[in-house]
T-cell receptor, first 115, second 117 residues
Framework: GAGVSQTPSNKVTEKGKYVELRCDPI?????LYWYRQSLGQGPEFLIY????????DSGLPNDRFFAVRPEGSVSTLKIQRTERGDSAVYLC?????????????FGPGTRLTVL | AQSVTQLDSQVPVFEEAPVELRCNYS??????LFWYVQYPNQGLQLLLK??????LVKGINGFEAEFNKSQTSFHLRKPSVHISDTAEYFC???????????????FGQGTILTVHP
């Protein structure tokens, strides 16, 4: 079956612009996570959705970052007034229920470059 | 708060040699432990996980890891590596704080394994 997909695979934008990154989780997975991976680092947690609601957004770095999941499937990560420091690979993962023991399945990521 | 330290940023090894990738964690509560692999231009893929029970965990592609609670370690091993094992490996933990705990992962910095012919 289909895995987690993310679009676009690459996004180049200019400082100050607005960007949207999309994640399509595995069908039937209620839990969805966003992580950010900076160069040479491991992924860092941004936000967790259980169904349509953001159960934990403690990892979002500031109020320029926002994410939605209106129908409990596809999620969009939105970044306003992008800065060069936002350049990173943004990873999305989904799991069946969100339990600690569930396996998270990761998408290939969106590489964001802010010039 | 929990943290994960991968002690080696890069590990070069020759084909068919054994390899160990080291991972230490810190947490004030019990944790579940994971190893993920990231091949070039691909997403993270789960290699193995420790949830409970036997401290020796076997995963895919011949990898295994041993949970050592007293040393707070979860080192990854393979007795004989192949060229195709060249990738970046990430150790991760999720914290079992009970109640509404969910699978938020904290990752280490990653170890790049390069297998030479």
């Amino acid at each position: 079956g289909a895995g987690v997909s993310q679009t676009p695979s690459n996004k180049v934008t200019e400082k100050g612009k607005y960007v949207e990154l999309r994640c399509d989780p595995i069908s039937g997975h209620t839990a969805l996570y966003w992580y950010r991976q900076s160069l040479g680092q491991g992924p860092e947690f941004l936000i967790y959705f259980q169904g349509t609601g953001a159960a934990d957004d403690s990892g979002l770095p500031n109020d320029r970052f926002f994410a939605v999941r209106p129908e409990g499937s596809v999620s969009t990560l939105k970044i306003q007034r992008t800065e060069r420091g936002d350049s990173a690979v943004y990873l999305c993962a989904s799991s069946l229920t969100g339990l600690l023991t569930d396996t998270q399945y990761f998408g290939p990521g969106t590489r964001l470059t802010v010039l | 708060a929990q943290s994960v330290t991968q002690l080696d940023s890069q590990v070069p090894v020759f084909e068919e040699a054994p390899v160990e990738l080291r991972c230490n964690y810190s947490s004030s509560v019990s944790v579940y432990l994971f190893w993920y692999v990231q091949y070039p231009n691909q997403g993270l893929q789960l290699l193995l996980k420790y949830l409970s029970g036997s401290t020796l965990v076997k995963g895919i592609n011949g990898f295994e890891a041993e949970f050592n609670k007293s040393q707070t370690s979860f080192h990854l091993r393979k007795p004989s590596v192949h060229i195709s094992d060249t990738a970046e490996y990430f150790c991760a933990v999720s914290v079992n704080a009970g109640g509404t705990s969910y699978g938020k992962l904290t990752f280490g910095q990653g170890t790049i394994l390069t297998v030479h012919p």
